[in-house]
C-alpha cells in the first residue's frame, strides 16, 4: 500500500495490511545532540496555552498544517479537533538543507535532498557532496527505537549542525529523487500483510480504526 493517512486508515483493516510508523513520541525522546532544539511531546488542548512562537505539527498525520505557530491561539480548535490529540512542540530552527532517507533494517537504502533554506532542491543523494556527512549521521540513529522500515528526514541546523528533522511513514513518504526501486522495496516492507510482520515490529503497526460503512 502507497498512500496517504485518511486513507490507509479507511482500507487497511479490511485488505488486512499492517502499517509500520514511529512511536508518536519518538522526535520528542531523542537526545538533544540528535536534534538541535528542544521537542516536546504533548496534547493539542496543552498546545492551545502556548504563549510563545513555536512549531507545531502532528507526529504521523497531517491533521493540520505543520508550521510555525506564534502562539497557541493560532492552532486550531475544539471546534475542528479532539483536544487529546498529539502534536510535536519544538523551538524553531533553521535548516540549511534538508534530505529525505529511506531506512530498512537501520541502513539508508536511498536518499535523496530535497530542501535548501526551505526552497524545493532535489538532488540523488549519492550526486551531493555532503553524501558522506548524511550517512555517518543517518548511523547514529541506531538503537532510537525506529521500526525496521521508516523514513527519516534529516538537516543541517545554522550554527547546530546535523540534526534530524522528523520521521514519517514509508507508505505515505515522497520519494523526490531517491532511487524509486530502492525506495519501493522500503515501502513493501512497511506496509503489508499484517501477520507477516515480526515480533519486534509489531509494536510500531499503526492502529487501524474499526470503519462503518453505510
Known amino acids: 500500500m502507497y498512500a496517504g493517512p485518511l486513507f490507509a486508515d479507511a482500507v487497511a483493516r479490511e485488505l488486512g495490511v499492517g502499517l509500520l510508523e514511529a512511536p508518536a513520541d519518538w522526535l520528542a525522546r531523542l537526545p538533544r545532540e540528535l536534534t538541535s532544539r528542544d521537542v516536546g511531546f504533548a496534547t493539542i488542548a496543552e498546545a492551545w496555552r502556548l504563549r510563545r512562537p513555536a512549531f507545531v505539527k502532528p507526529p504521523n498525520d497531517k491533521s ?16 475542528a479537533v479532539d483536544g487529546t490529540e ?3 512542540i519544538s ?9 529525505r532517507l529511506f531506512l530498512r533494517d537501520g541502513e539508508v537504502r536511498t536518499g535523496s535532498r530535497y530542501a535548501t533554506r526551505g526552497d524545493l532542491d ?13 550517512l555517518e549521521f543517518a548511523g547514529r540513529l541506531a538503537g532510537t527505537g525506529l521500526p525496521s522500515a521508516v523514513v527519516v528526514d534529516v538537516g543541517l541546523v545554522d550554527g547546530c549542525g546535523w540534526a534530524v528533522v522528523e520521521a514519517n511513514a514509508a507508505w505515505a513518504s515522497g520519494h523526490y529523487a531517491c532511487d524509486a526501486d530502492a525506495a519501493l522495496d522500503v515501502v513493501l ?4 500483510p499484517e501477520g507477516e510482520f515480526a515480533a519486534a515490529d509489531r509494536r510500531f503497526l499503526r492502529p487501524s480504526p474499526e470503519i462503518v460503512r453505510d
Open 122 to 134: 532535489v538532488a540523488p543523494l549519492a550526486r551531493d557532496p555532503r553524501r558522506g556527512e548524511v
Open 91 to 99: 523551538d524553531i530552527v533553521t535548516f540549511t538543507v534538508e534530505y
Open 64 to 79: 493540520f498544517p505543520a508550521r510555525v505557530y506564534p502562539d497557541g491561539s493560532g492552532l486550531p480548535g475544539a471546534d
Open 189 to 192: 516492507h512497511a506496509a503489508r
Open 86 to 88: 498529539p502534536v510535536l
